[in-house]
């Protein structure tokens, strides 16, 4: 039989739905590790789905991701085409076993809620006006959720909009700071949304420097709610290298020095 790698305390408290006593330690260090501005672990990798048009699959911390994109064809029902440009349709779904309790397959109204808000935040990144009377699909899976999905949803959406050939002006990324006992925390995993004090998810587009999603979950104060933006911002900024990697390993073959 595999060994198992014993749990930390820590970890076993951040598994289990026993609720730490606290957050963040008084080194400034969380339940997992990390500090107050550091990110998940992130792994992303753009063309894993041969049958769509575009795919990607990302995984930060726990959370794992996975979109495929066709497109743009023609709208159905008819009644949702723009005679002027594309229309996104986007629908992001939480798999039954994405969660520790099954999840009912059939949509919840939060599913509905983020489908939209992520549609939104991928709208001006697209080149819609390319493609009338047309639609892009886009289908985001949660397969494991531990905060922050609706993130790593619009960051692994882009992702496959790029890998259709979906004209862009930009990649979005997105990523959500938050507070955690106090203090401003940057990409919050479950525990830390649920016992922490607020959630602030941020969509990104990091060339035109413009924003396309900013919630808020939670009382901050308006100097927190800046602190917070601006750490999401800055987290967006390192998930966009990663995009880029992701996509130059899938497309940029290395050239060979010849002798
Ligand atoms: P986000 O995933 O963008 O942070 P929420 O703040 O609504 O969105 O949800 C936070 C987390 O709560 C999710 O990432 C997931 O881990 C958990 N969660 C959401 N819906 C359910 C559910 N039906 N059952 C159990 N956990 C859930």
Redesign the pocket.
Not at 86 to 97: K, N, S, T, W
Not at 131 to 153: F, H, W
Not at 216 to 222: E, I
């Given at each position: 039989m595999k060994a198992t790698k014993k749990k930390t305390k820590k970890e076993t408290e951040t598994l289990s739905n026993k609720k730490p006593e606290t957050l963040v330690d008084k080194k400034g260090i969380r339940l997992d590790g990390r500090k107050l501005d550091e990110l998940r672990p992130v792994k992303m990798e753009v063309g894993v789905l041969p049958n769509a048009d575009g795919s990607a699959y990302l995984e930060q911390g726990r959370?794992k991701v996975l979109v495929g994109v066709y497109g743009p064809k023609e709208a159905h029902p008819r009644h949702i085409a723009q005679q002027d440009r594309a229309v996104i349709q986007c629908r992001y779904h939480?798999a039954p076993f994405s969660?520790?309790?099954r999840?009912s397959p059939a949509p919840?109204r939060?599913d509905i809620e983020?489908s939209k808000v992520i549609r939104e935040a991928l709208e001006p990144a697209v080149f819609l006006e390319y493609y009338p009377k047309t639609s892009i699909q886009v289908y985001i899976e949660i397969l494991q959720?531990?905060?922050?999905?609706?993130?790593a949803g619009i960051t692994t959406a882009a992702l496959a909009l790029a890998d259709a050939g979906i004209p862009m002006r930009d990649l979005v990324v997105a990523c959500?700071a938050g507070k955690a006992d106090g203090k401003i925390a940057l990409d919050l995993m479950?525990t830390e949304?649920?016992i922490g004090e607020a959630?602030v998810?941020v969509a990104y587009m990091p060339n035109l420097e413009a924003i396309t999603l900013l919630q808020m979950?939670g009382n901050l104060s308006p100097e927190e709610f800046e602190k917070a933006i601006n750490m999401a911002v800055e987290g967006c900024k390192q998930l966009y290298a990663k995009q880029k990697e992701a996509l130059k390993s899938k497309y940029v073959v290395e050239e060979v020095e010849e002798e």
């Amino acid at each position: 039989m595999k060994a198992t790698k014993k749990k930390t305390k820590k970890e076993t408290e951040t598994l289990s739905n026993k609720k730490p006593e606290t957050l963040v330690d008084k080194k400034g260090i969380r339940l997992d590790g990390r500090k107050l501005d550091e990110l998940r672990p992130v792994k992303m990798e753009v063309g894993v789905l041969p049958n769509a048009d575009g795919s990607a699959y990302l995984e930060q911390g726990r959370n794992k991701v996975l979109v495929g994109v066709y497109g743009p064809k023609e709208a159905h029902p008819r009644h949702i085409a723009q005679q002027d440009r594309a229309v996104i349709q986007c629908r992001y779904h939480m798999a039954p076993f994405s969660v520790d309790e099954r999840k009912s397959p059939a949509p919840s109204r939060r599913d509905i809620e983020l489908s939209k808000v992520i549609r939104e935040a991928l709208e001006p990144a697209v080149f819609l006006e390319y493609y009338p009377k047309t639609s892009i699909q886009v289908y985001i899976e949660i397969l494991q959720a531990d905060g922050g999905t609706r993130c790593a949803g619009i960051t692994t959406a882009a992702l496959a909009l790029a890998d259709a050939g979906i004209p862009m002006r930009d990649l979005v990324v997105a990523c959500a700071a938050g507070k955690a006992d106090g203090k401003i925390a940057l990409d919050l995993m479950d525990t830390e949304d649920k016992i922490g004090e607020a959630d602030v998810p941020v969509a990104y587009m990091p060339n035109l420097e413009a924003i396309t999603l900013l919630q808020m979950d939670g009382n901050l104060s308006p100097e927190e709610f800046e602190k917070a933006i601006n750490m999401a911002v800055e987290g967006c900024k390192q998930l966009y290298a990663k995009q880029k990697e992701a996509l130059k390993s899938k497309y940029v073959v290395e050239e060979v020095e010849e002798e």
